[in-house]
């Protein structure tokens, strides 16, 4: 497995590098600098500390290897994501570059302090787990791990032991697990029942919502924080919905987008902490954010953009 | 509990895996081209040298034409394997690190067939299938990254990136196999991997969605049928034999 250690990028550099300095040119037209709204916050049951209802993900979107201008166009969404009150960044060793380009990212915009640093472990052999863990780490350029989830409960039992002592050594905050896809969701219950894990994370979105038979009220009992991943279902949903009007009600509830409405939805379980989605774009992040804030969709609403999003999926 | 269920692994899809988005993968191949070049003009050279040596072995017949042609080929799929999956694939996929001992093992593979190359003079609808592969891939595969909008700077080069590599070596490999009596064991291995890489490049653009998914595909149903064609030296086709050849596969001399 390639341990991705990239020379790091220093603020100058990433403002200096002619995508850095041309997205920053843009930004302003982009209008997400306006927003000021800061995002609602949500309790991690287990430790009482709140963070922000919408987090970053990282699968795929910064991925982007050693192209400098690409890692400076990474930091660019970070940024914007910091600035509108965002926390929580989410990874895993089975994102090719995207640790290194969050590190870099990170140490470039002085956010190694504001950054809710959620990882993940990824090795089949236990054994390994704690060197993975602790290049990951490297990467991240974080004294710590605020949240280290078993990446898709890959040796879960032997990861959860090395997870549960550090924890109890001090060297990281909240221990988790996660499946996606729907996958694997009767083990998933089985663990969450029995042990003492922080966070799950898992996929719910107005189209995969499987979780909520049984796994968001579980969670809900055993005071799991829950993170919700795929909410966008990797584009598959904001594509489509794309250039369609909107909902007549949907600014009743502040959502100026379908990608917003899709938050509000994930977001009106009671049993969500926090929705992850994945972008490239500073704007997005940005927008993401906001869809937190203002009223959360009742059930009669949901249904309907149940039913909505079904006829134009 | 198990970790491993094959239930749960009947629900991946060719997209649960591919781990980057197009527009970064070809920007990883501009990069790829910027830490090589001027490399490339050398494996063009090469390729070019390879392309001519199978046109007329015994032109060469004083210079073993067999390791002229399978030299060039074998550093090209090291470098191939050593530096662009080693040293730029691998930054935005780790499992390209994994397939690094295959290119390096079909490089050992074409040195150790060597004298499998260059045997007689090519002939037959495999030989002409083979010519058509190579110069593609020297020529025509250079060609579809301005043909699709990307940089000259992003062209995919013989010998430097795997693609038009693998390519004209299913090309090389029908044309040896055109003057050959039999298939060696050495060249149809080759072939097999070759064959692999296709099927691995075909998937992960098709994936992305990338038009230029068609031409892996199609070199390598090409190659697959020009392989299985009745061979033109036991079927009458009179090449000329060389001094390379060993005895057991070498045509009858005239
Ligand atoms: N097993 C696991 O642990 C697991 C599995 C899957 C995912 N995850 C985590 O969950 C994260 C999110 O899932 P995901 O990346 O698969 O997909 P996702 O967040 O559902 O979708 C990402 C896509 O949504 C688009 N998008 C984002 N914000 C948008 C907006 N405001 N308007 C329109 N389009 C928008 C992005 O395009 P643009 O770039 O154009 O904005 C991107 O193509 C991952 O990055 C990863 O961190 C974990």
């Not at chain 1, 795929?60 to 009150?85: H, W, Y």
Request: aromatic share 8%; net charge neutral.
């Amino acid at each position: 497995m390639t341990k991705h250690r990239s020379k790091p990028v220093s603020r100058r550099t990433l403002l200096a590098g002619s995508a850095g300095a041309a997205l920053t040119a843009l930004l302003p037209k982009a209008g997400w600098t306006d927003q000021t709204t800061t995002p609602s916050l949500r309790t991690i049951p287990s430790s009482g500390a709140r963070i922000p209802a919408v987090g970053l993900g990282s699968w795929i979107t910064f991925n982007v290897g050693d192209s400098p201008v690409l890692r400076a166009q990474c930091a660019e969404v970070m940024d914007a994501f910091f600035k509108a009150g965002g926390k929580m960044i989410d990874s895993s060793p089975m994102y090719g570059s995207a640790q290194s380009v969050i590190g870099d990212g990170l140490r470039a915009l002085g956010r190694t302090d504001t950054v809710f640093s959620a990882d993940k472990v990824w090795i089949s052999d236990t054994d390994d787990g704690p060197d993975q863990i602790a290049d990951s780490r490297a990467l991240w350029q974080v004294p710590k791990f605020d949240l280290l989830q078993v990446h898709n409960l890959v040796g879960w039992e032997g990861h959860l032991r090395t997870l549960f002592e550090m924890k109890q050594s001090g060297h990281l905050s909240c221990v988790g697990l996660t499946t996606s896809h729907g996958r694997r969701h009767q083990d998933l219950a089985e663990i969450m029942a029995r042990e003492p894990i922080d966070f799950v994370q898992l996929t719910y979105n107005v189209r995969d919502r499987a979780a909520a038979d049984r796994l968001l009220p579980l969670a809900q009992d055993r005071g799991i924080a829950v993170i919700v991943n795929r909410p966008f279902r990797r584009g598959g949903l904001t594509q489509p919905l794309e250039g369609q009007p909107l909902p007549d009600w949907a600014g009743e509830v502040g959502a100026d987008t379908w990608a917003q409405l899709l938050l509000k939805f994930i977001l009106a379980h009671p049993a969500v902490t926090t929705a992850i989605p994945a972008t490239t774009k500073p704007h997005h992040a940005v927008e993401n954010l906001a869809a937190s804030t203002g009223p959360v969709l009742d059930a009669d609403l949901s249904r309907r953009l149940i039913s909505q999003v079904e006829s134009l999926t | 509990m198990n970790t491993w269920r094959l239930d749960t692994w009947l629900t991946y899809r060719p997209e649960d895996f591919l781990m980057f988005s197009e527009p970064v993968y070809w920007q990883m191949i501009q990069t790829h081209n910027a830490l090589f070049w001027p490399a490339h003009i050398l494996t063009m050279l090469a390729g070019l040298g390879v392309l001519v040596v199978l046109g007329n072995p015994a032109g060469f017949a004083r210079f073993r034409p067999g390791l002229l042609i399978a030299g060039p080929l074998a550093a090209s799929w090291m470098l191939a394997g050593f530096g662009f999956l080693g040293l730029s694939y691998a930054s935005i996929n780790w499992a390209a690190e994994w397939l690094i001992p295959l290119f390096v093992f079909q490089g050992v593979l074409i040195l150790l067939g060597r004298t499998d190359f260059g045997v007689g003079v090519p002939s037959g609808i495999a030989a002409v299938l083979g010519f058509g592969l190579l110069a593609y891939a020297l020529a025509g595969y250079p060609l579809l990254a301005p043909l699709a909008g990307r940089p000259v700077a992003a062209a995919e080069v013989f010998g430097v990136a795997p693609d038009p590599t693998v390519i004209g070596t299913l090309g090389v490999l029908l044309i040896a196999r055109s003057s050959l009596k039999r298939r060696t064991a050495p060249l149809s291995l080759a072939l097999a991997i070759s064959i692999v890489w296709c099927g691995v490049s075909w998937i992960t653009l098709d994936t992305m969605n990338t038009w230029e998914s068609w031409s892996p595909a199609v070199a390598a149903l090409v190659a697959l049928i020009g392989w299985s064609l009745p061979n033109a030296v036991s079927t009458g086709g009179t090449p000329k034999a060389s001094r390379s050849g060993r005895a057991a596969d070498r045509p009858a001399a005239r």
